[in-house]
């Protein structure tokens, strides 16, 4: 994404620098569970691309999976449901 394509979308949204930094922290870490499970999975990139084929293009997934790109929300969520991930909220503990 280009430095003009940022500053387009944090005047959009009203975006602050820390909210910018904590969706790509997410973003990375969701890429990295991502991977892990695929090789828990003993599963590459061009597998994964099978799996999802006519839902999600080959390149987007090489290209989310290398970090060349982030992904939208639709495209990190079909490779989670074919890994069999899902997010959850942690569960606070009571404090006494």
Do not use: W
């Amino acid at each position: 994404m280009s430095l003009r394509e940022i500053s387009q979308k944090i005047l959009k949204y009203h975006l602050t620098c820390y909210t910018i930094y904590r969706i790509y922290q997410f973003m990375t870490m969701v890429r990295k569970v991502i991977i892990k499970r695929m090789k828990e999975l003993n599963m590459n990139p061009n597998r994964l691309s099978e799996m999802l084929k006519g839902e999600i293009p080959r390149q987007t997934i090489y290209d989310f999976l290398s970090g060349k790109t982030d992904a939208r929300t639709e495209v990190v969520s079909a490779l989670m449901k074919a890994l069999e991930l899902e997010i959850s909220p942690i569960k606070k503990k009571k404090v006494r």
